[in-house]
């Protein structure tokens, strides 16, 4: 049979996960991988140096898709920061929960968060470029190095946060996710109240929320 010629990293991408999702493994290595799906096996190198880059490159891709979406999106571009960020991870749950199958798959598998964290290391520059561009108001502190300590903090901890709401994502069982939509709404408004020194009633209330989800029978 003749090999395809139209070989995307798509069409790569595409198959890889549908092989995961079937076997509930790795294929056992890129030649056999490639032969099954009719192409040569260096065609694969022409995008990907192993399945691990690949599996990178999935989570980096929904990065880049979320931001793809809201630049086409007029109204996005009227939006106060708040608005902007929260636009961003409604968009890329609906996203992650259109493959929800594959990306529980790829981020339970290993016992070892810390190596399932090294698959998000694409996402993470991604998202936390997202968040330089929001410019967020922080406090005047008339000295260059402690402005650049603390615009890093602001990132880290908006990544942590992140990363805290797929934790929560992957763990939740309430219809179309829910549950997800109301702790990215609360965490959201949380922080950006902690950033602008306001009132603590959303601080308080996502505190209430994370309460009743750990304690519900």
Do not use: C
């Not at 009227?78 to 929800?100: C, G, H, I, M, P």
Request: aromatic share 16%; glycine share 2%; no cysteine.
């Amino acid at each position: 049979m003749a090999k395809k010629k139209n070989i995307t990293s798509l069409f790569i991408i595409t198959a890889y996960m549908d092989y995961v999702l079937e076997h509930g493994e790795q294929p056992k290595n890129v030649y056999a991988f490639a032969k099954d799906n009719n192409f040569d096996e260096a065609k694969f190198y022409e995008f990907f140096s192993s399945f691990k880059t690949l599996e990178e490159n999935i989570f980096t891709t929904f990065g880049t898709n979320t931001l793809e979406v809201l630049a086409n999106s007029e109204e996005f571009k009227t939006f106060d920061a708040r608005n902007k960020l929260l636009s961003f991870y409604y968009t890329f749950f609906e996203q992650v929960t259109a493959n929800r199958s594959y990306v529980v798959y790829s981020l339970t598998r290993d016992k070892n968060n810390m190596q399932s964290l090294k698959l998000l290391k694409g996402l993470k520059t991604v998202f936390t470029d997202f968040i330089e561009s929001l410019d967020l108001k922080t406090l005047d502190l008339n000295q260059e190095r402690l402005e650049k300590l603390q615009n890093k903090a602001i990132t880290e901890t908006a990544w942590i946060q992140f990363v805290l709401t797929m934790k929560f994502w992957l763990e939740d069982t309430s219809l179309s996710f829910d549950k997800t939509d109301q702790y990215i709404e609360k965490s959201v408004n949380a922080s950006f109240d902690l950033i602008d020194n306001t009132p603590l009633k959303s601080i308080i209330d996502f505190g209430k929320f994370l309460f009743k989800e750990k304690i519900r029978p």
